[in-house]
């Protein structure tokens, strides 16, 4: 089993500043890497596959980086709407494995 | 537009099968990796297995799940179904049912629906 280990847990971040998310796997997953925001009581959504691809209608603010184990989610400028729990998910081999999630909070 | 729902008892007894069934609207079921996904209160996801249909059907479950996981499915009703043998107060979750492409992520979701395991 891949596993996903995110950093940090919680990020405390003001409205309009940067924020950085990493994912790193236990071994390589290629580029076979996915993003996702999850608000409470909600289900996940997708934000970016392919390691660095926007799924469809999500905003320019939100990139992707990174290959093999190290993976990087860059929210350029916090709108209220982007404070959730961010999940990252490995899809290279047949056993799916998630983070365990980092939490953006207002600062 | 796509569009999953689950459905199925809220509750469940300890040592009973939790039974779910997600319903699928706006795409056929054919070419694509139907799978099933629990999030334990206030904890992370976990992927439980998928089913693949092409003519055939494949499956593939959480090695941690898989002596008490089935996943079907039934093409005529666009509906996909999770049966959880011999559950605990560990199986109480929200479960989801999702959408993946080959080689891809898990581009739609259905809103989830929880499951308490409880006598």
């Known amino acids: 089993e891949i596993v996903m280990t995110q950093s940090p847990a919680t990020l405390s971040v003001s409205p309009g500043e940067r924020a950085t998310l990493s994912c790193r796997a236990s071994q390589s997953v290629s580029i076979n890497l996915a993003w996702y925001q999850q608000k409470p009581g909600q289900a996940p959504r997708l934000l970016i596959y392919g390691a660095s691809t926007r799924a469809t209608g999500i905003p320019a603010r939100f990139s992707g980086s990174g290959s093999g184990t190290e993976f990087t989610l860059t929210i350029s400028s916090l709108q209220s709407e982007d404070f959730a729990v961010y999940y990252c998910?490995?899809?290279?081999?047949?056993?799916?494995?998630f983070g365990q999630g980092t939490k953006v909070e207002i600062k | 537009q796509v569009q999953l729902q689950e459905s199925g008892p809220g509750l469940v007894k300890p040592s009973e099968t939790l039974s779910l069934t997600c319903t699928v609207s706006?795409?056929?079921?054919?070419?694509?990796?139907w799978s099933w996904i629990r999030q334990s209160p206030g904890k992370g996801l976990e992927w439980i297995g998928y089913i693949f249909y092409s003519g055939s059907t494949i499956t593939n479950y959480n090695p941690s799940l898989k002596s008490r996981v089935t996943i079907s499915l039934d093409t005529s009703n666009n509906q996909f179904s999770l049966r959880l043998a011999s559950v605990t107060a560990a199986d109480t979750a929200v479960y989801y049912c999702a959408r993946a492409q080959s080689g891809s992520a898990f581009e739609y979701w259905g809103q989830g629906t929880l499951v308490t395991v409880s006598s």
């Open positions: 998910q490995q899809y290279n081999n047949w056993l799916w494995t």
């Open positions: 706006g795409v056929s079921m054919s070419s694509y990796y």
